[in-house]
């Protein structure tokens, strides 16, 4: 029986169409990548972007999710996510660390958001600010008039990695539910109070979260707030399982 090689067997005798990945990619980019599923997409993305011609070069989030390349290759052994949770954890992670630029588009007819991306490069940011802007000629075959660009909030895996410290895959897990289950403002605000704390820990804001969901949330104008000594609204937003380290 001839021997058969187990896995790669190696690239054809043909003619092969090259991918240009910059080399800051290696150099600054790839040794900050902690999740092998942002790699395996990143690297995606640059070959699809290569195989676009014109000035609007994009990545639609639903063509992502349904590239079966992409898919098949979100699957090792040891990783306990589906492909689709895989993916969806990575795009999140790429956009946070600010390796694509994400767009969001109401589509109000069918009362649904595309989600976009670009490279984050210069050719990429002056593309987003274009689009942003509304100048690009291109988008009028590409949307439907009644498109809108969704007003932008902070993405919640880049308020975690800027304000509390690295993700990982059961921490996604929480940040998703969390962004389920509570207003975007609540979440803001939460974090806001975690970092004044110096309480940098998801447990902290989900107590919080979970306080303003049982006691109910003080909606006071500003003006009102501040008749409220400092102790007091401390004690308002501080969970208890922490008011005697904090308080005490």
């Known amino acids: 029986m001839p021997f058969q090689p187990k896995g790669f067997i190696g690239f054809p005798d043909a003619k092969m169409k090259a991918v240009k990945v910059p080399d800051f990619f290696f150099t600054d980019l790839l040794p900050m990548i902690d999740d092998l599923a942002e790699l395996k997409l990143t690297l995606h993305c640059f070959w699809l972007l290569n ?96 498109a809108r660009l969704k007003v932008e909030r902070p993405n919640i895996f880049a308020l975690y990695e800027q304000n509390i410290g690295l993700l990982t895959p059961l921490i996604a897990d929480q940040l998703r539910d969390m962004e389920k289950s509570y207003p975007p403002e609540w979440i803001d605000e939460a974090f806001t109070i975690a970092v004044a704390s110096n309480k940098r820990a998801l447990r902290y804001i989900l107590a919080i979260l979970k306080r303003w969901e049982t006691e109910g949330k003080d909606e006071r104008t500003n003006e009102a707030r501040g008749r409220d000594s400092e102790a007091d609204l401390r004690r308002k937003y501080i969970p208890d399982e922490y008011s005697d380290i904090i308080l005490g």
């Not at 589906?82 to 992670?93: F, I, V």
């Not at 007819?109 to 689009?131: H, M």
């Not at 291109?138 to 009644?146: A, Q, S």
């Open 51 to 146: 195989e676009q011609d014109g000035q609007l070069k994009y990545l639609r989030g639903e063509d992502l999710r349904g590239d079966e390349i992409l898919l098949r290759s979100l699957t090792p052994d040891n990783d306990l996510r589906t492909p689709q949770q895989a993916l969806e954890d990575a795009l999140e992670r790429a956009a946070a660390r600010g390796t694509l630029l994400k767009l969001e588009i109401e589509i109000a007819a069918a009362s649904s958001v595309e989600d976009w991306y670009f490279i984050n490069t210069v050719k990429g940011r002056q593309t987003l600010a274009l689009v942003r802007q509304g100048k690009l000629d291109d988008l009028r075959h590409v949307l439907p008039e009644e």
